[in-house]
């Protein structure tokens, strides 16, 4: 069973910097998968923040570009995503992402918030 802990999160004033980890387990490697951070505002639907390839290439919503940054460690099985210039809007829930070809396994989420 795939198994993916989020961390990470806490409270930080705007222009501040979060660093989130996802950690999986329950997998032989992750190198085959594309992963993916995504956030849930409140009353909002969750929503793609940032996705990277088992080759690498990333892709980000155009709210956060320039801003995060997307990274995998395949030996550790371990995705991060970099928040730096945190704007109030950012704040929300962080969910973890592995896609397999037969199934989308997500994290329990870590909470990010930031204040004026």
């Known amino acids: 069973q795939v198994q993916l802990v989020e961390s990470g999160g806490g409270l930080v004033q705007a222009g501040g910097s979060l660093r989130l980890s996802c950690a999986a387990s329950?997998?032989?490697?992750?190198?085959?998968?594309?992963m993916g951070w995504y956030h849930q505002a409140p009353g909002n639907q969750r929503e793609m923040v940032a996705i990277?390839?088992?080759?690498?290439?990333?892709n980000y919503a155009e709210s956060v570009k320039g801003r995060f940054t997307i990274a995998r460690d395949n030996a550790k099985k371990t995705v991060y995503l970099q928040m730096n210039s945190l704007k109030r809007e950012d704040t929300a829930v962080y969910y973890c992402?592995?896609?397999?070809?037969?199934?989308?396994?997500w994290g329990q989420g870590t909470r990010g918030t930031v204040s004026s």
């Open positions: 329950g997998i032989f490697s992750i190198s085959l998968n594309a």
């Open positions: 992402n592995l896609a397999s070809r037969d199934n989308d396994y």
């Open positions: 990277i390839s088992n080759a690498g290439s990333t």
